[in-house]
């Protein structure tokens, strides 16, 4: 089984960037997490650096990761300049990097600019968690924590980053990706939540029939639908 370490940026007394009121280390852990949900959901082993807002050192974060042997480790970040300065998105592999890792900071980076962000391109860095770390590692910046419209792509877009995001990885790992099952609970792509009204589920399609045909009789407008038990 696969197996990816997810790495979030900053947490606990030290939040990263700030910019009114937006911690970094906020960022990273939510959208990070989200990341991993998709990931496991596609029957891939994750391990976390840290799953609440909470100081982790450098040095930690690479031997959980060197401990727990990982196929690749991810590092999620947001950038910051000056306020309002900078825009984009940039995804790091160490200054020496495996041909393993570019590929994945490229699809990564692919992922974000497909979003909408600026494409400042794959980087190279002689940062801790690339260097420390075995397997092939990438850190992405994705997009700039002091920059509201990074910030409003980072939030209206924040489900289509989290699928792009799982794609890319899932890509890598040879796992095509799988759009989940349809369940009462979830609420349209549109953010729009729609309330609908049963009234009764059925084996027999005759019978389905006839209750629309009571309900219509009834003055409801009334209309079947088909649902897969899982
Ligand atoms: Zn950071």
Request: hydrophobic share 35%.
């Amino acid at each position: 089984m696969a197996k990816i370490c997810l790495d979030y940026g900053h947490g606990g007394n030290d939040p990263g960037a700030v910019y009114k009121g937006r911690k970094e280390s906020d960022d990273n852990l939510s959208l990070g997490m989200a990341v991993a949900t998709e990931l496991r959901r596609h029957g891939v082993e994750v391990s976390e650096t840290r799953t609440t807002d909470r100081a982790v050192s450098l040095a930690e974060r690479s031997s959980l990761a060197n401990k727990d042997g990982c196929d690749y480790f991810i590092s999620f970040h947001r950038n910051a300049f000056q306020p309002e300065q900078a825009k984009g998105v940039e995804t790091f592999v160490y200054t020496a990097p495996s041909t393993k890792s570019v590929q994945l900071a490229e699809k990564i980076q692919k992922a974000l600019v497909g979003i909408g962000f600026v494409n400042r391109g794959v980087k190279r860095a002689n940062f801790h968690v690339l260097r420390e770390t075995r397997s092939p590692a990438v850190l992405v910046e994705a997009g700039f924590l002091d920059n509201s419209l990074d910030n409003q792509l980072f939030d209206s877009k924040r489900k289509e980053i989290v699928i792009a995001l799982a794609r890319a990885i899932l890509s890598q790992l040879g796992i095509s990706y799988t759009t989940p099952p349809p369940t009462s609970q979830t609420a349209p792509d549109s953010g729009q939540i729609l309330y609908r009204v049963m009234a009764g589920s059925y084996a027999i399609r005759d019978n389905a029939q006839k209750q629309v045909a009571r309900l219509k009789a009834a003055g409801f407008d009334a209309t079947i639908m088909i649902y897969e038990k899982p």
